[in-house]
Each structure stands twice: as structure tokens, then as C-alpha cells.
């Protein structure tokens, strides 16, 4: 069974940066497109970026672009979301998720606090 | 980019059957948009409940059921029970950028 585990949130300032990690198990990671989504406080989910699996195919929702890097390294099994000048608006829990034919997986989230 | 809408709410009686809907602003969905709907339950973090319009993964029961309805993606509960208390989300179409539906509260009252 697939399982996907977010690591890296916590509370920091306006402007500041933060790296998120997903470490993935239990099924073949380098194989699939995997997704950044993340949730404000009591909102709806937004989709936040993706990579394909050679991370050939990059993309960002526009709230983001130009802030926040998505990455992963298929050798260690791991996603990773750096993001750079934070906003209070950033604040959410941040999942990791892949979604297919084949393989339908999330993580827990790990939260991600923007505030002075 | 796309704007998905959803009801925003919904209520249904236990044993009942409700049909929540996902459009897309660009026009009817089909198929070929691949819709998915995700399921999330409170305190938890959401899960695939049915892809590529109708499939479900192994965990989906059996009551679940989606479609394609008057141009917009369905996803069909029939016999709710309980814990079928839950927000539920769609995605149309993942043409590069991701777009989530709103979302829907259901309701088993």
C-alpha cells in the first residue's frame, strides 16, 4: 500500500522561506506525476503545482509562480516544494498527492503558518 | 484557466440517494477531461473516490457512482449513510494547471 509522508511546515514571518518534503513508499514514485495541493483554514483545496516524472513538465498555479519551486528525486523517493517569500495568504495545510489510473495517494499535509 | 463549480451544499436523508454535479466554465465536460472526485472528511486529508469519470479506486464502496450529466461531471450516492458526511471535490482537466471544484458539504440528516 502507497503512503506518502509531508514534512518541513511550520510558523514563519512574511518574506520569509521554507522547504517542503514528501517522502513516498510502497509504490514506484519515479513513475507518476505528483502534485503540491494545499488547504487555507477552513477553505477548499487549491492546487498548488506539479511535476511530471522526469520533471520535464513543470507547472505552478498562478498565486505562486515565480515564488515557489517544485522538485523531486526519484532516487530517494521525494518530492519537494520550496517556497520563497511567503505570504499570509500562504498559510494552509500543504499536501503532496498523486492521482491516476493507477496510483491515488496522499499524504497527511503538514501546515504552513505566514505570520508577523 | 478553467473556474469549476460545485454546489455548495447539499443534504440527504440515510438511505437516500443525492447527485452532486462539477461544471466548467469552458464548457460541457467530457470524458476526455478525465474528472475526478475526491472525498474529505473532517480532520482528514482528502482521498480519491473516483477517476477518469466512473472508476473507482479499491477503496470506494459500491454506492458511489460517477458520470457525465448535462455537461458536467456527477458523482452519485445512492443509499448514503453516516459517514458519507464529508466535503467532496472535483478536478476537471489537468491540462497542465490543476483546477479544483469548490467544493460540496454533504449532508446525512
Known amino acids: 500500500e502507497g503512503q506518502m509522508v509531508e514534512s518541513g511546515g511550520g510558523l514563519v514571518k512574511p518574506g520569509e522561506s521554507l522547504r517542503l518534503s514528501c517522502a513516498a513508499s510502497g509504490f514506484t514514485f519515479s513513475t507518476y506525476t505528483m502534485n503540491w495541493v494545499r488547504q487555507a483554514p477552513g477553505k477548499g483545496l487549491q492546487w498548488v503545482s506539479s511535476i511530471n516524472s522526469r520533471s520535464s513538465s513543470i507547472y505552478y498555479a498562478d498565486s505562486v509562480k515565480g515564488r515557489f519551486t517544485i522538485s523531486r528525486d526519484n532516487s530517494k523517493n521525494s518530492l519537494y516544494l520550496q517556497m520563497n517569500s511567503l505570504r499570509d495568504e500562504d498559510t494552509a495545510v500543504y499536501y503532496c498527492?498523486?492521482?491516476?489510473?493507477?496510483?491515488?495517494?496522499w499524504g497527511q499535509g503538514t501546515l504552513v503558518t505566514v505570520s508577523s | 484557466q478553467a473556474v469549476v463549480t460545485q454546489e455548495p451544499s447539499l443534504t440527504v436523508s440515510p438511505g437516500g440517494t443525492v447527485t452532486l454535479t462539477c461544471g466548467s466554465s469552458?464548457?460541457?465536460?467530457?470524458?476526455?477531461?478525465?474528472p475526478y472526485w475526491f472525498q474529505q472528511k473532517p480532520g482528514q486529508a482528502p482521498r480519491t473516490l473516483i477517476f477518469d469519470t466512473n472508476n473507482k479506486p479499491s477503496w470506494t464502496p459500491a454506492r458511489f457512482s460517477g458520470s457525465l450529466l448535462g455537461g458536467k461531471a456527477a458523482l452519485t450516492l445512492s443509499g448514503a449513510q453516516p459517514e458519507d458526511e464529508a466535503d467532496y471535490y472535483c478536478l476537471v482537466a489537468c491540462n497542465g494547471p490543476c483546477v479544483f471544484g469548490g467544493g460540496t458539504k454533504l449532508t446525512v440528516l
Open positions: 469552458t464548457g460541457a465536460v467530457t470524458s476526455g477531461h478525465y
Open positions: 498527492a498523486t492521482w491516476g489510473k493507477v496510483a491515488n495517494y
